[in-house]
């Protein structure tokens, strides 16, 4: 596609389950990111991938989450057990490689957990 | 650590009017600094960057930054407001050039 596609677009949930949120990035794009942002507040990072592995899992903020990009394209986000403070907007980026001035980010995923 | 203060949660400026969107910023190292920009029902969008070098940025749609080290600001200015500007507006610092650490962020209504 043309740009950064997030599915879905909204997801609602109930308190204690598991939801996965997907990220296809634009063709090519070897840097994943993964960011948060919750209601009145800025993006707060999660996660980066650089192929398939994660450089850098340190803004997850528990081992309920959990991340993959198993062919370094598609990404998953995954939250077990989800909580009520899990609820936000989730947004990915990617870019050519590192290096911000070339990252694209989707329009997120809007989770509720009811 | 580094992170982003964003004076101001909504500006309303009137259309032609300059727009003055502060940011401080705090950073035990030379950060690379950043605004995006965030209309309605899109994904965010890089307005500008600062790496090294020249201390003002120019940026996409008349957008400007000035880096001034010594008061830890990188301020975004546009001289004649647009309606089209308006949109919710962010400052970001990185220490490296991957991690973004974004401010609580601005949004701009521009009156007619």
């Known amino acids: 596609g043309a740009g950064v596609s997030q599915t879905p677009s909204n997801k609602v949930t109930e308190k204690g389950k598991y939801v996965e949120l997907r990220c296809d990035p634009i063709?090519?794009?070897?840097?994943l990111y993964w960011y948060r942002q919750s209601l009145g507040q800025g993006p707060e990072f999660l996660i980066y991938f650089q192929g398939t592995g994660a450089a850098d899992d340190s803004g997850l903020p528990n081992d309920r989450f959990f991340a993959v990009r198993p062919e370094g394209s598609v990404s998953t986000l995954k939250i077990q057990r989800t909580e009520r403070g899990d609820s936000a907007v989730y947004l990915c980026?990617?870019?050519?490689?590192?290096?911000?001035?070339?990252?694209?980010f989707g329009q997120g995923t809007r989770l509720t957990v009811v | 650590a580094q992170s982003v203060t964003q004076l101001g949660s909504h500006v309303s400026v009137s259309e032609g009017a300059l727009v003055l969107l502060r940011c401080n910023y705090s950073?035990?190292?030379?950060?690379?600094l950043f605004w995006y920009v965030q209309y309605p029902n899109q994904g965010l969008q890089l307005l500008l960057k600062?790496?090294?070098?020249?201390?003002l940025v120019k940026g996409i749609n008349g957008f400007e930054a000035e880096f001034k080290k010594s008061e830890t600001s990188f301020h975004l200015t546009k001289p004649s407001a647009h309606m089209s500007d308006a949109a919710e507006y962010f400052c970001?610092?990185?220490?490296?050039?991957?991690?973004?650490?974004f401010g609580a962020g601005t949004t701009v209504t521009v009156r007619a």
């Open positions: 600062y790496t090294t070098g020249a201390t």
């Open positions: 063709s090519g794009h070897t840097a």
């Open positions: 950073s035990s190292v030379p950060p690379y």
């Open positions: 970001a610092v990185s220490p490296n050039d991957y991690k973004l650490s």
């Open positions: 980026a990617s870019s050519p490689s590192t290096g911000h001035t070339e990252a694209f």
